[in-house]
């Protein structure tokens, strides 16, 4: 059976940093890119960033461009988040995820993934 694990949620302050860890247990696709989501109360579950596994390619969305930094260890089937400047609507629940790459597309939409974690919080205070 297919995990994925994150850690590295917490308490952050407005400013601050934080880095975010995802390790899937067995990749099912040869081609295949790992991404990072997220989920705020009674909102839609919004796309973050997107990784190439084989490539290291990666994708943004413009909320997190120059923020966020997504990176890989490819032997390790693990990625990490990396986040400055943390703002209070980063505060929230992030998903990471698993899917095949087909054609080598980027893969930004929930529906293109095939395995989801359980999740891990990030919150703050003022």
């Known amino acids: 059976q297919v995990q994925l694990v994150e850690s590295g949620g917490g308490l952050v302050q407005a400013g601050g940093s934080l880095r975010l860890s995802c390790t899937l247990s067995r990749p099912t696709f040869s081609n295949y890119a790992m991404g990072w989501f997220r989920q705020a109360p009674g909102k839609e579950r919004g796309f973050v960033t997107t990784i190439s596994m084989s490539f290291g390619s990666a994708y943004y969305a413009d909320s997190v461009k120059g923020r966020f930094t997504i990176s890989r260890h490819s032997a390790k089937n693990t990625i990490y988040l990396h986040m400055n400047s943390l703002q209070p609507e980063d505060r929230t629940v992030y998903y990471c995820?698993?899917?095949?790459?087909?054609?080598?597309?980027?893969?930004?939409?929930?529906?293109?993934?095939?395995?989801w974690g359980q999740g891990t919080k990030v919150t703050g205070s003022t």
């Open positions: 995820a698993a899917g095949e790459r087909v054609n080598n597309s980027t893969l930004t939409s929930g529906d293109e993934y095939d395995d």
